[in-house]
Every structure is written in C-alpha cells, then in structure tokens.
C-alpha cells in the first residue's frame, strides 16, 4: 500500500470515528495528490485532497512558514507556534483550538472540527490545511487551487471583512450591547474573567482563565446551541440542577461542554481541561 492510499485510509478511518468527513475520502482518491506552494513559490510539499479541504505534513508546512513545533509523545499531542498564534493538536481528535501567543494579550477561537482529526503515518503528522488558515486569522482568499498546484496566501489579498465580535469594557457594557442582562456562573475558585465580548450584539461570551484552564461561557436568545463546539466526545449526560436541565459532553469523566436553556435564554459552558459534574452543577445553580 502506497502513501497515499494509506493518507486516505488513515482519514476515512479518521473520519468515520468522528463523524465529520462523509465523502472526502473519495474525493481524495479521485484526485491525486497537488503540488503545494506558499506566496508564489513552489514549498516542495505535496497535499492530497479530502473533500473541500487538503490533507498536509503538519511539521513540513510549519516549519516552512516558520513555526516552532513541538511532538508531546506522552499524550500524543503537537504544538504549533507562530509567535503570534498557537495551537495544539491532539491525534485522533478532531477538535481544534487556536489561541493568542502574545504576552499580556488574550484570546481563543471555540473549539472547532475540521475535515478530518490530525492523525500520523509513518512518524508524520497530518491535518487539514484550513488548520493554518484560522492560525493566519481566515483571510477570505487564502486557499486557491489551480490544475495541479495548492496556493497558500500568508497575506490576503482582499479587504478584511470587520470583526463581528466587540470588546467591552464590564459586564454592566456586555449586558448594554446585548440587551440583556448576562448572570456570570459560580465557577471553580481560581479562575476569574478576563474578557467581554459580544456577537454582533445578539450573543454574550465572557472568557475566565485560572492560568492553567480556560473556560468560554456564552449566553443567547433562543434554545439553540451556541458553543460553536461540534465535536462529537464519546461521553454525553444529562443533569438536572433544580428545574433546568444540563447536557454534559466531554471523555474520561471531564465535562468539556455544559449546554442548558434558562426561560429564554441557551448558555454554554465549554473548558479546555475539562470539568467536574459538580462544578458544573455549581456553575448552573
């Protein structure tokens, strides 16, 4: 079995776990693999196809665009870092997350899935290109694919469209812009919040950090999900704290996302470490 054809089996498999690929994989079969090249000039990387996005040697296209990256053989994770933005990658798992790496600053996307989970052949690790995508801050036009060459744009091209999430200054300002007041939870002691966002002013997020942990708490009109977390995690339960009811995702015991409706409003609780069924029952209460 060729590399290739071991890429493909590896991310059917992947995919198939995690529910989240459908077609790729013959997608990919279909059409071979691309010659990848970076701001006009050809990397000497090659990319394979899977579905709408591009299978890449993680390490070689990182290292490429300057990163430092780091294999964690102890949980089976890597670390990429461009100084500017970070993420790391758990094997097998698609649940991605990128964050700030600038001192004094904060930030982090919600956890998001890609085409397929990272996942290694032959000691290298592979992931869908869109990963370096977010990691530049998803200019619309990073990614364009002529017959047979992948171009990766560092720098786009295009004006930006603006950033339809705001800072605020207070809770008292998140709960203006939103037009509701937005109640915090009664978290772990240790973390504290770090930071006030609003969407368009239609949903709140409020950031807490202990300094080992983050946690996104998200408050919105309406009964639907609004943890952008589609991650499908093995273990998923429900509690119920008082008369609202809690659903509980996450593996080995940990909570990583805590979803529940209060009279009109959804709230979300999602935690990159994960945590305990009682501080969750805390935190609703």
């Not at 990614?143 to 605020?168: K, Y």
């Not at 997020?205 to 639907?224: I, K, P």
Request: glycine share 8%; aromatic share 6%; proline share 5%.
């Amino acid at each position: 079995m060729d590399l290739k054809t071991r890429l493909l089996a590896t991310a059917a498999a992947a995919a198939v776990t995690m529910t989240v690929l459908g077609g790729g994989a013959l997608a990919a079969e279909e059409s071979g693999t691309l010659s990848l090249s970076v701001n006009g000039q050809d990397t000497g990387i090659q990319v394979t196809p899977i579905g709408e996005d591009y299978l890449v040697p993680v390490r070689q296209l990182a290292e490429y665009l300057g990163y430092e990256v780091a294999w964690h053989a102890e949980d089976s994770t890597v670390t990429l870092d461009s100084g500017t933005m970070h993420s790391t990658l758990t094997l097998g798992e698609n649940r991605y997350i990128a964050a700030t790496s600038l001192e004094g600053m904060v930030g982090m996307t919600a956890p998001f899935t890609l085409a397929c989970a990272p996942y290694a052949v032959d000691g290298t690790t592979y992931a869908p290109l869109e990963l370096f995508v977010v990691l530049m801050g998803n200019p619309a036009d990073a990614v364009t694919r002529s017959e047979d060459t992948v171009e990766l744009r560092t720098e786009s091209s295009s004006a930006h469209l603006p950033n339809p999430w705001r800072e605020q200054p207070s809770l008292e300002a998140l709960s203006d812009a939103v037009g509701f007041p937005v109640a915090l939870p009664q978290l772990p002691q240790g973390y504290e919040a770090v930071d006030y966002q609003d969407l368009s002013g239609s949903l709140a997020q409020v950031r807490f950090s202990n300094g080992t942990d983050t946690l996104l708490y998200r408050v919105s009109r309406g009964s639907e999900d609004n943890s952008g977390d589609y991650t499908v995690y093995p273990e998923e339960q429900s509690i119920t704290v008082g008369d609202t009811t809690v659903t509980c995702r996450g593996r080995d015991g940990a909570v990583l996302l805590a979803l529940w409706t209060t009279g009109e409003y959804t709230c979300s609780l999602s935690s990159q470490q994960g945590l305990t069924v009682d501080a969750v029952r805390t935190a609703v209460a």
